[in-house]
T-cell receptor, first 113, second 114 residues
């Protein structure tokens, strides 16, 4: 049962525009969310995280928004750059659920120069 | 470079065989996680170790086992291999293995079962 879902397998955006990647979750116990970025032939690398006590966290061009009532989070990249082309995974965890991280299936972002 | 190393990078073997994947965590990290990524799938959590002890178990098959050694490196053993075990296997490490710790991933081992 996939508790974290990324329903868009791919997304294409023009350079300089905003990229919005979405993630939905089903378990209301999740209280910590992360985004990872993965280039081909490499392991995922941590990008940004958010705790459930916040609804927004910003780091440079990357902002994550959390809507707990909708069980939805999104990653905004502004402005998008060709180097942002990668697969993006969202993940969720909760202390009450043990130490397991639950990952989505990923969204492949292509930023067109 | 995350500081996490995994060997081998690629592994090709036949059904029914047994293989061992190796992971060395970042210096100072006590916890190691193993993940499986099959085609078009997300990262499926397999198992976590902390300082040599098993801490959490995910969807790990009984044919698979793992351990973490005193020097903190970890091995994932896959036996009686089936075609469906072909996947990318990632190891990740974190300092204390808590749900709010960022995990640092290795480059993965690509296993192909023929």
């Amino acid at each position: 049962d996939q508790q974290v879902k990324q329903n868009s397998p791919s997304l294409s955006v023009q350079e300089g525009r905003i990229s919005i990647l979405n993630c939905d979750y089903t378990n209301s116990m999740f209280d910590y969310f992360l985004w990872y970025k993965k280039y081909p032939a490499e392991g995922p690398t941590f990008l940004i995280s958010i705790s459930s006590i916040k609804d927004k966290n910003e780091d440079g061009r990357f902002t994550v928004f959390l809507n707990k009532s909708a069980k939805h989070l999104s990653l905004h990249i502004v402005p998008s750059q060709p180097g942002d082309s990668a697969v993006y995974f969202c993940a969720a965890s909760a202390l009450t659920l043990g130490n397991q991280f639950y990952f989505g299936t990923g969204t492949s972002l292509t930023v067109i120069p | 470079d995350s500081g996490v190393t995994q060997t081998p990078k690629h592994l090709i073997t036949a059904t029914g065989q047994r293989v061992t994947l190796r992971c060395s965590p970042r210096s100072g990290d006590l916890s190691v996680y193993w993940y499986q990524q099959s085609l078009d799938q997300g990262l499926q959590f397999l198992i976590q170790y902390y300082n040599g002890e098993e801490r959490a178990k995910g969807n790990i098959l009984e044919r698979f086992s793992a351990q973490q050694f005193p020097d903190l490196h970890s091995e994932l053993n896959l036996s009686s291999l089936e075609l469906g075990d072909s996947a990318l296997y990632f190891c990740a490490s974190s300092p204390m293995g808590l749900p709010y710790n960022e995990q640092f991933f290795g480059p993965g081992t690509r296993l192909t079962v023929l």
